[in-house]
């Protein structure tokens, strides 16, 4: 019965994680009119580096995010 919460809580995080990528494209692409097809690469380099910082200098993945958004924020913008 734990495995099958376990995999209901999953299942829905991850979701949810896809449902902001899409979110995220969905409104680039009616504002600017653009397809940008490298919002998954920035969505897996956040997710990188904020589970570098947290494997090897022991920050708290929370606060990594809360470090990283306003760099990929710029970073964004730039590209």
Do not use: K
């Amino acid at each position: 019965m734990t495995a099958l919460v376990q995999l209901l809580i999953s299942g829905v995080l991850l979701g949810g994680i896809y449902a902001l990528a899409a979110f995220g494209l969905a409104l680039i692409f009616g504002v600017c009119n653009i397809l940008n097809l490298a919002h998954g690469e920035f969505l897996m380099l956040g997710a990188l580096v904020c589970f570098l910082l947290g494997h090897s200098l022991g920050v708290d993945p929370f606060a990594a995010i809360l470090l990283l958004m306003p760099l990929f924020f710029v970073l964004g913008v730039l590209f």
